[in-house]
């Protein structure tokens, strides 16, 4: 149990559904993540955000809409999404924004049909 | 092109044996670490090596950096076969806040 929590462990969607991905961090960090894995490619960083203020947007699609309510919550809304989108997606949280010794989720496994 | 390679990409080993695997980098780095997957799961960090280290030590594991050849390796020693994993080296650029590259990693499989 690394004190990130992410909500739903799988996900199956069709491209037209509207979902949104949870997470929860109990560790008092400041900086939340949203990356994506695919098979056989490096994690790619999606949004990162700092006492809730979005730092960095990954030259993401706008069909991935991210929302940090809090410094503890994260979500990633998911609207009109393709089959390629299809992936593991993780959240990560660490103690300040500089991204050193990330804690990972246990992530949301997608599946687009 | 990706900041970090890991090498190789697979690796088996017996237990009992040491493995070794290597990550190459591109450009100047603040820090460089390694973290550790069981499949289908999310990432457990496991070192934190900076860039003015040459070698870490944490418990059975030991990083090496070698700015001067941007690689590092990590050497996990006596291995067990709850060690099987994927293997990931992360480095931040130096200059770019929040950016953690990963490489695509090393799968590791530790036979009893």
């Known amino acids: 149990e690394t004190g990130v929590t992410q909500t739903p462990r799988h996900l199956v969607m069709g491209m037209t559904n509207k979902k949104s991905l949870k997470c929860e961090q109990h560790?008092?960090?400041?900086?939340m993540y949203w990356y994506k894995q695919s098979a056989k490619k490096p994690l790619e960083l999606m949004f990162v955000y700092s006492l809730e203020e979005r730092v960095e947007n990954n030259s993401v699609p706008s069909r991935f809409s991210p929302e940090c309510p809090n410094s503890s919550h994260l979500f990633l809304h998911l609207h009109t999404l393709q089959p390629e989108d299809s992936a593991l997606y993780l959240c990560a949280s660490s103690e300040n924004s500089g991204a050193e010794k990330l804690f990972f989720g246990s992530g949301t496994q997608l599946s687009v049909l | 092109s990706q900041q970090g390679e890991e090498d190789p990409q697979a690796l088996s080993i017996q237990e009992g044996e040491n493995a070794t695997m290597n990550c190459s980098y591109k450009?100047?780095?603040?820090?460089l670490q390694w973290y550790r997957q069981n499949s289908g799961r999310g990432l457990v960090h496991l070192i934190l090596?900076?860039?003015?280290?040459r070698e870490k030590h944490s418990g059975r594991l030991r990083v090496t950096l070698d700015t001067s050849k941007k690689s590092s390796s990590l050497l996990i020693t006596a291995s067990r076969a709850a060690d099987t994993a994927s293997y990931f080296c992360?480095?931040?650029?130096?200059?770019?806040?929040?950016?953690?590259?990963f490489g695509k990693g090393t799968l590791l499989t530790v036979n009893p």
């Open positions: 090596i900076r860039s003015n280290e």
């Open positions: 450009t100047s780095i603040n820090n």
């Open positions: 560790l008092g960090h400041n900086a």
């Open positions: 992360a480095t931040d650029i130096r200059g770019s806040n929040y950016k953690l590259t």
